[in-house]
């Protein structure tokens, strides 16, 4: 049986309506591929967010169950124990970043001002910069010392304890204390009543004789009442115990809280005599009597400002806030990082930071499985992730919740070293590479071994790695070292000039496919000739 089955050209018999098929079907394609095009950056985006998301979740739960026993829960530090992740310091967070940037261009603007043919206009730019430049300190000094919210929270839960004590005891709780003490000294005395009788007594027994009656009733009279006092002073030693810790930080807190308050009043006082002074003509009688009060209030804005500081350091010092300071330099000024805070927390997770062991409990241990940690690599990238994402606009209740920040290495108590180039930060051209070289020559023994754990405690294996986008892999480094050599050799003359000067001068030049800037040019002054020679044995050895 035949079957008559339509082939697809049939669909369109003419040739006109195949080309207008035809013209459609293109059409239709162009749209659809122009559509697809159009919406595949949004798509990308929209991977790219959700990619990153999980990272970060993926982050979030590794640094719970792995970080957050020393750096806190949310990142904040715990102190003593090791530093705040999540603080402006180390995510590069520039409270004053706009405001210096209005005080530059106001500056360019004066200078490009004619004074004497637009003196108004240069009155005018001088006053925004004031403004701007009183703004500034103010955000200064609110995150340096405003902690009236902390006092507030201190003084509500003194308030309340002395409530209680009131309610428990019946007696304000400025009597406590004496009550305390009245209650000890009876206590004592009865004790000291108590000691004679309890020494002819024992005096009795230990001669074999039997105790007179009368001094073993008084002993036990005596300590019947002992034990009823000490149970009376229980609840009054227990209150005032919790008490006193928190009156002394209360007031270290009003302390300062009323400096800096007395500091700012003494400058709206300062500022309304300096506008009524600029409102007097030269010459004007009044002018000197105002000068007069502006020269002691600005005495007493100094004393003033010595006394919150003061304030503020003996609440460092008592362990009641940390030193915060603002304007102090990011972390990655502190460390001479040239690489980005990506590859800087990315590759301190990787091979850790043994040395830190010198100003911390315990060091920063490796994470990676490269370096003998539990971690691979993209669980140490998602923990990278979870960090950066804590960067933001740090607010002063951000500030206050930081526990302990990062100290810096060179104000820790490690031993001294007698560093192979110690001015080599403040003169670059300190260290003569060849003159070191000549020195690790004459090294009897240079330990290859030594030489890879001081590499690992460096940190040298955090950007080192095979597969690195930092910085090139150790393996081979010494047959490479060789080739550099042969290609210059008014450079470096050997292999071993080469390695020197990489150490000492990294951004003297970069092997090939990776850039300069990431690798520190402190270890002139972190490093003795011993070690550097020892580093440099355990690179020789990687020539394969």
């Excluded at 009183?134 to 009236?148: K, N, P, W």
């Excluded at 806030?321 to 000024?333: C, G, K, L, N, V």
């Excluded at 805070?341 to 990787?350: A, K, N, P, S």
């Excluded at 998602?382 to 060179?410: C, G, H, K, M």
């Amino acid at each position: 049986m035949e079957t008559n089955q339509k082939q697809p050209f049939m669909e369109f018999p003419s040739v006109e309506s195949r080309v207008i098929a035809g013209i459609l079907f293109f059409t239709g394609t162009l749209i659809l591929l122009a559509w697809a095009a159009i919406n595949e950056p949004a798509r990308m985006t929209e991977f790219t967010e959700r990619f990153n998301g999980r990272s970060v979740e993926t982050g979030a739960i590794l640094f719970e169950n792995n970080c957050s026993t020393c750096h806190g829960d949310e990142g904040y530090g715990i102190a003593g124990r090791a530093p705040a992740l999540n603080n402006p310091f180390l995510l590069n967070h520039d409270f004053f970043a706009e405001h210096d940037r209005q005080i530059a261009s106001l500056n360019d603007q004066i200078a490009a001002v004619d004074a004497e043919k637009e003196p108004e206009k240069k009155a005018e730019i001088e006053g925004q910069l004031a403004l701007v430049e009183a703004q500034r300190q103010e955000l200064y000094e609110t995150l340096r010392y405003d902690y009236s919210e902390q006092w507030a929270a201190l003084d509500a839960q003194l308030t309340a304890l002395d409530s209680r004590i009131q309610e428990e005891l019946a007696i304000p709780a400025s009597l406590l204390g004496v009550e305390v003490q009245k209650r000890s000294d009876e206590i004592s005395a009865l004790e000291a009543e108590l000691l004679p009788v309890t020494e002819r007594i024992t005096a009795a027994q230990t001669a074999g004789q039997t105790p007179d009656a009368a001094d073993v009733q008084q002993q036990t009279d005596l300590q019947t009442q002992i034990d009823a006092k000490k149970a009376e002073l229980s609840p009054y030693s227990t209150l005032n115990d919790e008490r006193t810790p928190l009156l002394a930080k209360t007031g270290r807190y009003r302390a300062l809280k009323d400096a800096h308050e007395q500091v700012e009043a003494l400058r709206v006082q300062i500022a309304e005599l300096e506008s009524q002074l600029a409102a007097l003509p030269e010459g004007d009688a009044g002018r000197a009597d105002i000068e007069s009060q502006l020269d002691a209030l600005q005495s007493q804005l100094s004393t003033q400002e010595q006394t919150r500081d003061d304030a503020l350091q003996a609440m460092v010092d008592a362990k009641d806030i940390i030193d915060f300071d603002p304007e102090a330099p990011s972390r990655m000024t502190q460390l001479k990082w040239n690489g980005t805070l990506e590859d800087l927390i990315y590759t301190t997770l990787l091979s850790g930071r043994p040395v830190s062991a010198a100003y911390w409990p315990a060091p920063m241990v490796a994470w990676s499985q490269d370096a003998g940690g539990p971690l691979r690599r993209d669980q140490v990238q998602n923990l990278t992730d979870y960090v950066l994402n804590w960067s933001r606009e740090f607010t002063l209740q951000d500030v206050r919740r930081i526990n302990q920040l990062a100290i810096e290495p060179s104000a820790s108590a490690g031993p001294s070293v007698d560093a192979v180039c110690p001015d080599i930060e403040t003169n670059p051209d300190s260290c003569v590479v060849d003159d070191i070289v000549a020195q690790i020559s004459a090294i009897e023994i240079m330990d290859s071994t030594a030489g890879q754990q001081a590499y690992t405690e460096n940190a040298c294996s955090g950007c080192h790695f095979s597969g690195s986008v930092i910085a090139p892999a150790p393996q081979g480094v010494f047959t490479r070292a060789q080739g550099y050599s042969q290609q210059d050799p008014a450079t470096f003359p050997d292999a071993r000039h080469y390695l020197v000067q990489s150490i000492l001068y990294p951004n003297s030049f970069s092997s090939d496919g990776f850039t300069a800037g990431a690798m520190p040019t402190t270890f002139g002054k972190t490093l003795d000739l011993q070690t550097l020679a020892n580093i440099v044995a355990y690179l020789e050895s990687q020539d394969q």
